[in-house]
């Protein structure tokens, strides 16, 4: 599942299925008007953060708005169509597709697609962290209990209903760093891909978007981009293509005097095994160290094989690569799973979301939390305890976006 996307645009959008997540809210919902007030400020004073390019006319936008309704097809002639839309309706979410069109106010079929830079989407929902269990949360979607921990019963009515509330923490952060950094890697070395043409962008919740602005790939269809996906993700690659061979009894054996090169997938899984080739050619060399491993790992090298692939693979969605007609949080905008922004990285190493993304005022705001819980957010800790709060609105955001606490006004 996709972070950032909470629709695909090939299918059309069902009656009921995207609704808010305010879901018993009353029309004056206070948690919902509060937030739309927070977000209509930050518009106001940082639409200058939005980026859009130039050619902001040949994109379809679409947004979510605090009723739950989704509007999409959109186009605006220039920026300041689009800040005034803003600032009128305050939209909880706002996305923009990748692609250019024709007439991206037109159904998809009828749009005239022009092309789209190569998007990669890596959700930390995806990498199954350890520390996620201890810090995540489990909301009832009957009785609207939230549990502490990854669980598979409602500690209240023992439904299964459930829906994770990610809280993600700095060490979710550097795990997601360290797979942005492998993609970016094998985007550079097995694609030539130019470093300064990738962007790297802070998803606004617990994940990163990753464009590729590169011409070469611009005009490229869904299915080659789904080919891309495939590769990048180790899928379906083969053992012949280290140099290895099955015989008919299933034993693995070293293929003699083959040329294989020392690139791409073949590198990286030898490097990892500690088994670096140093010529193109199998050779005796090669045989040796390949009969040592085998002996090393009790002969399941396969299976070894197959970790070390999962291990270097990237972890990216592939169907946010390959659906060329998906529209994507604008970067600049608020991502209302946490208040937080989607929001540029120039660099990875140095770049904090919860201080770079966090961008709501902080004057003090009362709230009714749910549960105790310790928030980061601006350098600074915040132990929130179960009842009445006084937090910055940076914090309050946050904690309402997440769904475990009300404003109280
Ligand atoms: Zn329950
Ligand atoms: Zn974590």
Redesign the pocket.
């Known amino acids: 599942m996709s972070d950032a996307l909470s629709f695909n645009s090939n299918e059309p959008i069902k009656k009921g299925q995207y609704t808010s997540k305010y879901q018993n809210a009353e029309p004056d919902d206070k948690n919902k008007n509060w937030l739309e007030g927070i977000y209509r400020r930050y518009y106001f004073y940082h639409y200058s953060q939005l980026e859009v390019g130039e050619l902001i006319n040949e994109h379809e936008f679409g947004f979510k708005l605090f009723d739950g309704k989704i509007h999409r097809h959109l186009a605006f002639e220039d920026k300041k169509e689009l800040y005034a839309y803003i600032i009128k309706f305050s939209p909880s979410d706002i996305f923009y597709s990748s692609s250019r069109y024709q007439n991206p106010k037109a159904e998809i079929d009828q749009k005239g697609w022009m092309g789209s830079d190569l998007i990669f989407d890596i959700d930390g929902k995806d990498l199954h962290l350890e520390c996620a269990q201890s810090h995540n949360l489990v909301l009832?979607k009957?009785?609207s209990?939230i549990s502490k921990g990854i669980i598979s019963k409602?500690e209240?009515?023992d439904?299964t209903r459930l829906q994770i509330i990610d809280i993600p923490c700095t060490r979710c952060i550097q795990s997601l760093n360290v797979e942005v950094k492998k993609l970016i890697e094998i985007l550079h070395d097995d694609f030539g891909i130019d470093k300064e043409s990738i962007f790297i962008y802070f998803s606004g919740n617990n994940g990163y978007h990753i464009h590729v602005v590169d011409k070469n790939f611009y005009g490229v269809s869904a299915k080659k981009r789904n080919a891309f996906a495939q590769y990048l993700m180790g899928k379906g690659y083969l053992i012949e293509n280290l140099g290895i061979r099955k015989n008919t009894e299933g034993v693995l054996f070293p293929v003699h005097n083959k040329v294989l090169y020392n690139q791409g997938w073949r590198k990286r899984i030898f490097d990892s095994m500690h088994l670096p080739i140093q010529n193109h050619r199998i050779d005796d060399k090669f045989i040796k160290k390949y009969n040592r491993m085998l002996v090393a790992n009790s002969n399941n090298i396969q299976d070894i094989i197959g970790t070390h692939i999962f291990d270097l693979s990237a972890k990216i969605d592939p169907n946010v690569t390959m659906d060329i007609h998906r529209i994507f949080r604008l970067a600049g905008s608020i991502n209302s799973k946490s208040g937080l922004i989607k929001a540029f990285c120039k660099d990875l190493d140095s770049f904090d979301p919860f201080v770079d993304a966090c961008f709501i005022g902080d004057s003090n705001v009362e709230i009714e939390s749910k549960l105790n819980i310790k928030i980061s957010l601006k350098g600074k800790q915040f132990s929130i305890k179960t009842g009445k709060n006084t937090l910055p609105e940076y914090v309050a955001a946050y904690v309402i976006c997440k769904g475990i606490g009300d404003i109280m006004e």
């Open positions: 009832c009957d009785c209990f409602c209240g009515c439904s």
